[in-house]
């Protein structure tokens, strides 16, 4: 890990998590950062405060999240948002009509229509492209690409995307790299440490962990991306009330002892899988036989708790093994304790229809949690039977 925190102490990952920037309060000594449940702060004169203002620019509650993220990141500065995507809008504001984005072709579906929709109105363009190509890319460069924006492992096709390669085509062509860590998480990955400019989270998954709240993280070493990022924290809004933030702290306390259940549940679900005859396809960066695996094997230490596969008997038998399972919860979203099942075609990356983005209307994808192994086997053998 590079650049740690200076509030690591050089403690393990675990320890950072329950520990950086969550010191006792000093009044009271209470154990668990307090929700500083206020919108404004008594300064003592004119001009004379806390270093605490007004909540919208800053709020002791967000600081305690943002610094132990930023320590779970390898970071040296966090910003934390009012959810993933307004994280992700904030990244992109640097950027100016003319300016380009180039994306990999499997991405978040609401990343695709923020960048497409929203972006393409403000006169800022994207491409897709196939990052498990890497020379294809450098050979055919984007004139203006000021962003290269990639997900590993993608949602929902779990392609993994060789990070410290593409840190360098980026760099050789003057561009930043951004990378979507939602689904490995800092704990099994730290795209900082390979080469990435910045790193964006959705903590509504599993860093939070829990379904009950969402939002948003940016992590990076560039100080002027953090100025920009904080200013425009301020000036946007786009901010997590205290509740959240406690919230998301707590949940991010215990993501390592999580991540490690999820990545065993998950594998035996592949076991399962793997030899059904419901099942034509397991997609799972932990299969030798998955495309980039010695990839995902260097640059992850555990391959998480996400699971897609292909339906032998095509779409109507995937929407009957997902109507069938009773256990996994048919619902969007994914990282918590309990284990989902949702169609992305037609659920999480319906915007995506008809781009380049489209994914095989065969597909499910499943959010394995950390309920009893014997108990998630059981129900998706029922679904499948
Ligand atoms: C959910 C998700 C997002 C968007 O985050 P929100 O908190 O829903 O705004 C971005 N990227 C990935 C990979 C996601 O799964």
Redo the contacts with the bound molecule.
Sequence with gaps: MTDSNSQDGGFGFATRAIHVGQDPEPITGAVTVPVFQTSTFAQEAVGKHSGYEYARTGNPTRTALETALASMEGAAFGVAFA??????DTILRQLSPGDHIVLGND??G??FRLISKVFGAAGITHSAHDFSNLSDLADNWPANTKIVWA?TPT?PLLSIVDIEALAEVTHANGAKLVI?N??ATPYLQQPLSLGADAV??????YLGGHSDV???FVATNDGDLDQHLRFLQNAVGAVPGPWDCYLTLRGAKTLAVRMDRHNTNAAAVVDLLNSHAAVSSVLYPGLESHPNHDIAARQMSGFGGMVSFRAAGGRDAAMRIIEKAKLFTLAE???AVESLIEHPGVM?HASAAGSALEVPDDLVRLSVGIEDAADILADLEQALA
């Design positions: 959810s993933g995507l307004a994280a992700e991405a978040y609401g990343t997900e949602n979507d939602t689904f964006v989270h959705s903590t509504t998954k969402v939002g948003g979203s994914l990282g999480t």
